[in-house]
């Protein structure tokens, strides 16, 4: 009888041992949801935490900006983010296109809200390189009337889109600049594409060098940018290089840009 107590004690015991582990475990896991740790909780947010310092690779590229960065006129639509891609890697680099960003038709001051969303802070921070191409739209809006001679601007026209986007600009290159320092901004600067056009040839020529004067300023304020001259190449081989459309470049004039990126780069 008293053997048979001392079973019925011992697994009466045992029994309320486990119970209190099992409410002990569940009152640690409720406490765990309801109040995470710090480590937790790092490792919760951190793959949508845009601010934190991220770790980009050094060659890995976004391209960001208008036409031009997307590519529009390459039949192959590489434009000069793949394009410059592909010449990195050729040189010995390990380089890859983290994100396009390019829209069509955008200004600089469609381009400043952009800088703000999440995602496109995401892809900017997660590059070792960004491809800036922006402007073109603010200079010459409208771009078929200006290719059929229906509508040339006028130089105040022109003086004032040139005064209105260059702080919108310097406000661009600044908000790339804080969401990733340590990469390599190269901004592509811009050429006259109706230099073939006797009434665009002067006033167009005046606008993009001006412009191309006030982004050089823009980018010299910081360190880690580059601005690679595109007004040479379209200049004299407006046939060999722009696209039907007589305004975007074509995959050879995407080609000649990359190459001169890449040169810039790996200087």
């Known amino acids: 009888m008293n053997r048979t107590s001392r079973i019925w004690r011992s697994a009466g015991i045992a029994s309320a041992v486990s119970t209190l582990l099992l409410l002990a475990g569940f009152v640690y896991a409720v406490s765990d949801i309801a109040h995470p740790s710090a480590e937790a909780g790092a490792k919760a947010v951190a793959p949508s935490g845009m601010e934190q310092a991220v770790k980009a690779g050094v060659w890995d590229v976004t391209s960001i900006g208008d036409s031009l960065a997307k590519g529009t006129g390459d039949d192959t639509g590489s434009g000069f983010a793949r394009r410059t891609v ?22 600089t001051e469609e381009l400043l809200p952009m800088l703000e969303d999440p995602g496109v802070k995401y892809a900017l921070q997660h590059a070792g390189i960004i491809l800036l191409s922006i402007g073109g739209n603010d200079l010459f809006n409208g771009t078929e009337t200006l290719t ?6 006028t130089q105040a026209e022109i003086d004032a889109a040139i005064d209105q986007s260059s702080a919108k600009f310097g406000q661009v290159v600044a908000q790339i600049k804080k969401i990733n320092v340590q990469a390599l901004l190269v901004y592509v600067g811009l050429y006259n594409p109706f230099s073939d056009l006797e009434g665009m040839r002067d006033i167009g020529n005046d606008a993009v060098a001006r412009w191309n004067a006030m982004a050089m300023k823009a980018l010299g304020d910081y360190d880690g940018t580059l601005v690679v001259p595109t007004y040479d190449l379209f200049t004299n081989n407006s046939s060999r290089y722009l696209s ?18 890449v040169q810039g780069i790996a200087r």
Request: aromatic residues 4%; charged residues 20%; without cysteine.
């Open 86 to 107: 592909d010449l990195l890697n050729k040189e010995g680099a390990t380089s890859k296109l983290v994100n396009n960003l390019g829209i069509n038709g955008l200004t």
């Open 244 to 261: 039907s459309d007589h305004f975007h470049p074509n995959g050879d004039g995407y080609q000649a840009i990359a190459e001169r990126m």
């Open 148 to 153: 059929t001679g229906e509508q040339v601007p």
